[in-house]
């Protein structure tokens, strides 16, 4: 399953890097309301959270839903400015319509489709389908919805003081503190991007973002299967240290594509793709599969020596060794006459490390 943006077509700013405070700041925010998804910021957010004014911590909770889960489209800029006030105040550009349906997605877990037309804020049948959908999801949700639909001009204040009153609280400090490793991460993708190409700056980005073979598509490792076009505006991309490990898409109908990626760490691994993942997880489901590895996990055996184990014809092992060596979860060696077939115990291993990265991813 991909996310696929055609930046085919005239503009010669296809792609872009660039910082955003905004968007870092969102991503600290995320790492508030979910530990459990950072754990190595783990010290950091439980101080940050001792720390906060209970109004502050208050009004991080009543608003939580433009971060946690996922990003309200207007919280991950496409055209990045060098401070957070400027990228507010382009904020304070969007029209009411667009910043109320990018709230409600947010707030209401629901699919953009559902608020594209016509606007709550017009509409009244809209206006209570989106509050139906908030109270499903709870009273917090609900009562955001009520306001923001109530007087859309003062909850979008009410949100710009609360992320002010964060810069304040903490983010100007950590900004400050990462502010060397993202100016590295930067002029290596741009380095890259201006001397050999598009290709090479987002297979430095990440193993899941790679260019298509004909050079005019993005293609991204995600859960869900979408397509979208940059032909106008090019995809802005985001480095974050904070952000880590996810992998942040916006491509929503009006939003120019932005993608958020977490700055590598250095040793750190290539991100299995979603793909294996399924196949490998595919490949274990089967239980005369797992009675097999039961057994290669002791050691190296032939076909015929697991044959003659589990009671079984030759040729039967044989299609589900297959499977399993397709899947990366076996090698196989020849000795002789025989063929021995050997677990891979690292890539059993760290199944449940690749499916929960492709998850958060």
């Known amino acids: ?37 950072h754990p190595r910021f783990a010290d950091w957010a439980a101080d940050i959270r001792a720390g906060l004014a209970p109004e502050l911590t208050e009004r991080l909770r009543e608003a939580e839903f433009l971060w946690r889960s996922s990003r309200a489209d207007f919280l991950v800029p496409s055209r990045p400015r060098p401070t ?5 105040d382009d904020v304070d550009r ?23 037309a016509p606007s709550p804020l017009a509409d009244a049948t809209a206006r209570e389908r989106a509050l139906d ?5 709870g009273a917090l949700q609900e009562s955001f919805a009520q306001r923001l639909l109530a007087d859309p001009v003062a909850a979008r204040a009410r949100v710009r003081d609360t992320l002010e009153q964060c810069a304040e609280a903490f983010f100007d400090a950590a900004w400050a503190g990462i502010a060397v490793e993202l100016a590295t991460d930067l002029r290596l993708k741009n380095d890259l991007l201006r001397r050999q190409g598009i290709g090479a700056a987002l297979a430095s980005v990440s193993g899941a973002v790679t260019l298509a073979p004909d050079g005019d598509r993005i293609v991204v490792d995600k859960l869900q299967d979408s397509a979208t076009t940059a032909h106008d505006t090019g995809v802005t991309f985001l480095p974050s240290v904070y952000g880590r490990p996810h992998l942040v898409a916006v491509y929503a109908p009006g939003w120019p594509p932005v ?49 003659h184990a589990w009671e079984l014809t030759l040729p039967e092992v044989s299609r589900h060794l297959a499977v399993l060596r397709r899947a990366g979860l076996l090698s196989a060696r020849r000795q002789g006459r025989y063929v021995r077939h050997t ?19």
Not at 263 to 270: F, S, T, W
């Open 1 to 37: 399953m991909t996310l696929r943006i055609d930046i085919g077509g005239p503009p010669s700013e296809r792609v872009r890097f660039a910082a955003s405070p905004l968007a870092e700041l969102t991503a600290m925010l995320h790492v508030l309301a979910e530990p459990g998804h």
């Open 84 to 88: 957070l006030a400027e990228e507010l």
């Open 94 to 116: 969007i029209d009411d319509e667009s910043y109320v349906t990018a709230a409600l997605i947010t707030t209401c877990g629901s699919n953009r489709l559902h608020f594209a």
């Open 133 to 137: 959908r908030a109270q499903a999801r």
């Open 259 to 307: 993608v958020q990626y977490p700055v590598a760490e250095p040793g750190q691994e290539e991100p299995v793709p979603l793909d294996t993942v399924t196949l490998r997880l595919e490949a274990l489901a089967h239980p005369v599969r797992l009675r097999l590895l039961r057994t290669l996990a002791r050691g190296p055996h032939t076909t015929g020596e697991l044959a």
């Open 343 to 361: 677990l891979k115990v690292p890539a059993v291993t760290a199944l449940g490390g690749d499916l929960l990265a492709a998850v958060l991813r």
